[in-house]
């Protein structure tokens, strides 16, 4: 794919020197009891990067991205974002520095509107100390137009659709203004015709200076959008590169053959 | 102003109008304020305890401490070291948040019944360590208040509008808070305080910050009850009744709505004196009953029933059940 041109975005984001690195994790490790979710994994994402975070299920990507915003505390390791030592930071603080992610399994307001959700992004995170609420309800306006729900705004979040659902989560995650956006698998339950559109959004977000960290499984999209792709497989990097190298390395098909092995040979339930 | 807004704005006005005219007319006895007086006051207690169980989703089981916190200090003020009424009050109202944000700080970090049975724990304590002070709060017999040089129908009368202020102020400020970051926050950790925190709100911050609220208008009510009762008994000022009455009115109300605290108190007033002459020893069974009807039918309250978004019907029933059953 042609590498996204650094466009004017309708976000107005302040922007770093590309290529830099962005955020830095060393030895990241979670263990939950005896499971070790995420074990010493490395990684850094650059400034302006999209970059792909795939592996079968299980494999820890969720708890990666949990552990590098602070929703969980790290068993072991160390994180830094834009130069400064994240690793014990309260995750609060995390949305106010820049980083912004969605939720696999949606996480609406749902007694709230489609705009006060938003709006709420809009209050409390990067970009938030600036805007009163009555701003930020305005900023809301702004991000569903570019996300393409503003028809939607009025309605409750508990009236929403999976795929609405889930561009909600998107909208969000962008109203906080973020330098660093991480998305778990915000295209799980679309259409083929809904992840061109979501893919077409994605593209349009990084474009605007943001970047971004996808979790997908559909293959179709991490090859069309990333520029680098890193595997998780039972908590540990098993692969980093180009999208086509990576998906050619043989430890890669093995950890996803053995899954599809598992899958066609699981007891009927 | 939209037409809605336009209604609710005469019908406040009304309303207000009311309130502060009627102790005025001879029609009405003077047992009627008092009367009113307690409902008032159920009303401030119901609005403080809606800032943390109906807006922010924490059902605190303990809001009487402050209750009794910021009773004992008014009459600790007024009768040892001689201070006014007012400022009484209002260093009362201030020592129950403060009791509240201390309290808070641990106590916050649990949820749900965790919580709930901490703050009823909390509650307990406190009136335990208030009978036990005995140097301090007179002990179980309780402290004595001055006695006002008025005469009983104006005492009563201005123990109505210090309640009233009470009461208004406390929608005044649950009004300031839905409109300001404070309420979008306080809302967004009741409906996922992991999405809230992940969007950059400060959750401590915040959940303190609606408990000491909570406390503060919760406490100035208690202040005004002590001086209007002139005597402190622990068995009043921490009653688990002053709670149960500010949950439930909050509930029938409406919770995490800024009339619902006050349409509840008069249709909990209204429904309680109705059982109490019609079904004598049934009416706990009654209300009970009442209750549950109305966490079935309305969960939201009377605000939404008002607001027509819901309807006793057999499909009402039917959804309520489908949305909350066990698995
Ligand atoms: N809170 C938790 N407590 C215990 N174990 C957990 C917890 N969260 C995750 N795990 C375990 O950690 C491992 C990694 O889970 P995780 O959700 O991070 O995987 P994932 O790569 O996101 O999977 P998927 O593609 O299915 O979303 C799994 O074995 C999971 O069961
Ligand atoms: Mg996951």
């Known amino acids: 794919m042609p590498a996204p041109h650094p466009a004017p975005g309708a976000l107005s984001l302040s922007k770093g020197v590309e290529g830099q690195p962005l955020l830095v994790a060393r030895g990241v490790t979670k263990h939950f009891g005896g499971v070790a979710a995420v074990e010493g994994v490395d990684l850094t994402v650059a400034e302006g990067e999209m970059l792909g975070l795939i592996g079968p299920n299980g494999a820890g990507k969720t708890t990666f991205i949990n552990l590098l915003t602070g929703m969980e505390p790290l068993t072991a390791g160390q994180v830094t974002f834009r130069g400064r030592d994240i690793s014990h930071q309260a995750a609060y603080l995390m949305g106010r520095m820049g980083m912004a992610r969605t939720f696999q399994v949606v996480k609406p307001f749902r007694n709230l509107s489609v705009r006060e959700n938003v709006a709420v992004g809009a209050m409390f995170g990067a970009g938030g100390a600036k805007r009163s609420s009555r701003e930020s309800l305005a900023k809301a306006d702004e991000v569903l137009a570019f996300v393409g729900m503003d028809a939607k705004a009025r309605l409750g979040a508990d009236q929403l659709t999976i795929p609405d659902l889930k561009r909600l989560e998107l909208a969000k995650a962008l109203a906080m203004e973020p330098k660093l956006l991480m998305l778990d698998e915000v295209m799980a339950g679309l259409h083929t015709r809904e992840i061109e559109a979501a893919m077409e959004l994605i593209r349009k977000v990084h474009a605007s200076g943001v970047t971004v960290l996808v979790i997908e499984h559909v293959m179709k999209a991490i090859v069309g959008l990333s520029q680098r792709v890193v595997v998780l497989h039972y908590g540990e990097k098993i692969a980093e590169g180009q999208p086509r190298e990576v998906m050619q390395n043989p430890k890669v098909i093995e950890a996803y053959l053995g899954q599809q092995y598992a899958r066609r040979h699981a007891p009927a339930s | ?327």
Do not use: C
């Open chain 2, 1 to 327: 102003m939209t037409r809605r807004n336009r209604i609710v704005s005469v019908i406040v006005a009304v309303a207000l109008a009311a309130l502060v005219l009627f102790p005025f007319l001879d029609v009405f006895s003077g047992a009627l304020v008092r009367t009113v007086t307690v409902v008032v006051m159920a009303a401030a207690t119901a609005q403080a305890w809606n800032l943390i169980g109906g807006y922010t989703g924490y059902p605190a089981f303990g809001n009487v401490a402050f209750f009794g916190v910021g009773g004992y200090a008014v009459a600790i003020l007024m009768s040892k070291l001689h201070v006014d009424f007012i400022p009484a009050v209002l260093a009362g109202g201030l020592v129950a948040a403060l009791y509240a944000t201390l309290l808070g700080l641990p106590i916050l970090r649990l949820k749900g019944h965790y919580f709930s049975i901490a703050t009823l724990g909390v509650a307990e304590a406190t009136r335990e360590v208030v009978s036990n002070w005995t140097a301090l709060t007179g002990g179980g017999s309780g402290i004595t208040l001055p006695i006002s040089p008025d005469i009983p129908p104006i005492f009563n009368r201005a123990m109505y509008f210090s309640m009233l202020a009470v009461f208004v102020g406390s929608v005044i400020l649950t009004y300031g808070v839905t409109r300001s970051k404070l309420g979008y926050g306080l809302i967004a950790i009741r409906e996922d305080e992991d999405a809230a925190r992940s969007l950059g709100i400060n959750t401590t911050r915040f959940k303190v910050t609606a408990f000491a609220l909570s406390a503060l208008v919760t406490g100035l009510a208690g202040g005004v009850y002590a001086y209007w009762n002139s005597q402190l008994i622990p068995e009043d000022a921490f009653s688990l009744d002053i709670t149960l009455r500010a949950i439930l009115i909050s509930i029938i109300g409406g919770p995490g709505t800024l009339f619902g605290p006050a349409l509840g108190a008069v249709a909990f007033e209204f429904m309680r004196n109705y059982l109490w002459d019609n079904f004598p020893g049934l009416q706990f069974t009654f209300l009970g009953l009442v209750m549950v009807l109305v966490i079935i039918f309305m969960p939201k309250g009377v605000m939404e029933f008002l607001t027509g978004r819901r309807r006793f019907t057999a499909s009402a029933l039917l959804q309520y059940v489908r949305q909350n059953r066990v698995s």
